[in-house]
């Protein structure tokens, strides 16, 4: 497939990076000041390069993107609450015009599920967007497997650096600013860290979850948040003493979304260290399956996108 | 899709009662002595009635299931090793007719890789066989959705019966014969549990996963196999005072297959619990993806097949 990737941070950068592993050709790639386009296939590692170097990944206007023959139009711009845009906007458009889309973009997911639905009824397309939730773990996929109306319930971790936080909290006795400060050392946790701690960014995907199990209904303001910013060292200590830890957890129904600190069995499967994260899918007729791995990251959350590009039927 | 069930032990008749619930009509199912054959679509529970009162399924010829119109053929026979008959032919009967074929069974998979490959390339069907490696964990699914080139190495417990009886040795201080017996009580293990007990049927497993990262290569007697039924009850007790247990793990790369009773980490992720399955993934971008669930079970087996269906394309 010929991809079209709007959107160059870590994800759209190791998407246009791995694609020829894939099979794939990527004919466009624009950030916000320029873009790379040509309809034989980009110069990948020049653009690359000219990122990495402080400069636009190119010198076309960004708009060219969207009149180039492309087939999948993979949405990884940052993701913005409310309107979603200007990444529900690009949707749309690609949409509209007969192509795909896979999205790394969790907003217009999130914030605007129905009208995606709606747009995509009425076009040749598809929309797929594994990658909004859970990285590299195949938890769209595994529910669309199952079939959603088999799927009871998702629960789990979906924020690595609110568990990235917790985890060190609990193994160093140390108190949540200076963990924070360690992780923002680290590049775990961004300069503002806020949706990530606060629960939004979580709260994002579980309402995706509800979307999916429930064929939409849910936004952002739907979800009871709480985040991890109050969490006092004490907390994690007195839980230790019980054989039990804090955790980050989300779940998601047809009833609804719930993200907050939670107390969990320290050797339990919700317990995961790091950065890493989980999803429990109750399954009607399978029990329970629990899915683990890398959450985020460049490359990891580009397998979502390219999987899903392996997913979408011929145009 | 009108779906041919050839075997009515528990995941043939399963796969029966749940097509409907995912949208497939069961057109024939078939045991040793009988068949039920209805070109509109047959009646599910009458056929299961009659086999659960100790009957066949059908008064029909059970060869008349081949000669129905139906597009995909559900092999659900008793896994078999060497020639991996009757199935085998079975599937080859539905690919040189151009029908699609999903395999629970076993035995082709492992033992005749390269043969169905070539049979599969030959015919307008295809195959798919994720209800053969891990019951309703999507493995097979999540190394197809990564490209199997992407991914090294699979790692971990495929056999729900050993791991219930070392689960339980551990637990109760109690001998290995002891924990058989109490298995073969609750069903857990069959009367004849040779297969689970020596490492066989986590070794097939294994197998069709080296199979499918190296697209071939591999049968059974390629695996090195260890089982369990010389471990005695002290041998756990010393792993418990380190803070560890033993479990039987099973390996898969493009170098080989391994199967056998190792040493793990008393919380670590290898050591599931009761019939739980694991599975680790090792990939190239995307880290270790762990999928854990049941491994097994005439439900839980089903919904692997009905998920294999649902991604068949049209004939």
Do not use: W
């Amino acid at each position: 497939m010929r991809l079209a990737i709007v959107g160059a941070g870590d994800v759209g950068r190791s998407v246009a990076d791995l694609a020829g592993e894939y099979g794939h050709e990527v004919v466009a790639i624009a950030d916000s000041s320029g873009a790379s386009v040509d309809a034989d296939g980009i110069d990948v590692e020049g653009a690359l390069e000219r990122k990495a170097g402080g400069e636009s990944v190119g010198t076309a206007d960004p708009a060219t993107l969207f009149e180039t023959d492309y087939d999948v139009l993979v949405e990884a711009t940052p993701t913005t609450l409310g309107d979603a845009e200007p990444g529900f906007t690009h949707v749309e458009r690609a949409l509209e015009t007969d192509h795909h889309v896979v999205l790394a973009n969790k907003g217009p997911v999130a914030e605007r599920y129905e009208e995606l639905r709606a747009l995509e009824a009425d076009s040749a397309g598809s929309i797929r967007f594994e990658a909004t939730v859970g990285g590299a773990i195949p938890v769209l996929s595994t529910i669309e497997d199952c079939t959603p109306q088999a799927v009871t319930a998702a629960r789990g971790v979906l924020n690595g650096t609110a568990n990235f936080i917790l985890t060190r909290m609990a193994a160093e006795g140390l108190d949540y600013e200076h963990v924070l400060a360690e992780a923002q050392d680290l590049g775990v946790a961004e300069a503002d860290p806020t949706f990530d701690v606060d629960g939004t960014d979580a709260a994002l995907k579980f309402v995706i979850l509800a979307n999916v199990l429930a064929d939409g209904g849910f936004s952002l303001e739907d979800a009871t948040v709480e985040g991890i910013q109050d969490i006092p060292g004490s907390a994690l200590e007195l839980a230790a003493e019980d054989g039990r830890t804090i955790r980050l957890i989300g779940e998601a129904s047809r009833d609804g979304v719930r993200v907050g600190p939670r107390l969990v069995p320290e050797n339990g499967a919700l317990a995961v260290t790091g950065t890493r994260n989980i999803v429990q899918l109750e399954t009607k007729h399978a029990g329970s399956l629990h899915n683990s791995g890398r959450g985020a990251g460049g490359p990891e959350t580009a397998t979502a996108v390219l999987s899903d590009v392996g997913r979408l039927p011929e145009l």
